[in-house]
């Protein structure tokens, strides 16, 4: 069984400007996560859908970030324009349920801004 | 909110026993999860604890006590491999999948 894809593994783009990822979750897999995890730091929550709805992106910074999970399969993070404090590795995940007791990882996105 | 404790750094040799700490503050509690990170690497699911006690899965344990909103991590004969960075994480009503900071485990030979 495949795992959690993403796409690209690294993207290195100048501040103010716009950069996308991709994220294919786990087949049957419900429940899609975004996280942000800093150097050091533990994955922060950035939204997390059912199926195709949103329902938590309570900690989403809606100014410059959006993200859709088109037919409650694929889904796609955006930044727009990008800052240097943007920098940081983009994770997604996913889970088989709602209540997850585990949730599946993919190599995440390392953003470099400069 | 969610708010969760674990130390940042920990340290023991080959074969030795470890335990990493948690504590946690949510509204909605429904179970403490463990997930390992390597170096570069994706975190990956170790244990979860919905209910008060001990689950044994292979070399490591996993405790929680919902009173004292209170679990921790056990790791018995440690290996080398088991360099990385562990993290506690919450699921709750609201928010689900909150993670710590992280405990980076170092084990030396």
């Known amino acids: 069984e495949a795992g959690v894809v993403q796409s690209p593994r690294y993207k290195i783009i100048e501040k103010k400007q716009p950069v996308a990822f991709w994220c294919n979750p786990i087949s049957g897999h419900n429940t899609l996560y975004w996280y942000r995890q800093n150097l050091g730091q533990g994955p922060e929550l950035l939204i997390r859908y059912e199926n195709e709805e949103a329902v938590d992106d309570s900690q989403l910074p809606k100014d410059r970030f959006s993200a859709e999970r088109l037919k409650g399969v694929d889904s796609t993070l955006k930044i727009q324009p990008a800052e240097l404090g943007d920098s940081a590795v983009y994770l997604c995940?996913?889970?088989?349920?709602?209540?997850?007791?585990?949730?599946?990882f993919g190599q995440g996105t390392r953003l470099t801004v400069v | 909110g969610q708010s969760l404790e674990q130390p940042s750094e920990v340290t023991a040799v080959e074969g030795a026993i470890v335990q990493i700490n948690c504590t946690y503050q949510?509204?909605?509690?429904?179970?403490l999860s463990w997930y390992q990170q390597h170096d570069g690497g994706a975190p990956t699911f170790l244990s979860y604890?919905?209910?008060?006690g001990l689950e044994e899965t292979g070399r490591f344990s996993s405790f929680l006590s919902r009173s004292d909103s209170y679990g921790y991590l056990l790791l018995q004969e440690l290996q080398m491999k088991d360099s990385a960075s562990y993290f506690c994480a919450v699921s709750s009503g609201y928010s689900t999948l909150t993670f710590g900071k992280g405990t980076m485990l170092l084990v030396s030979p």
């Open positions: 604890n919905a209910l008060d």
């Open positions: 949510t509204s909605g509690f429904y179970g």
């Open positions: 995940a996913s889970s088989p349920e709602t209540m997850n007791t585990e949730a599946f």
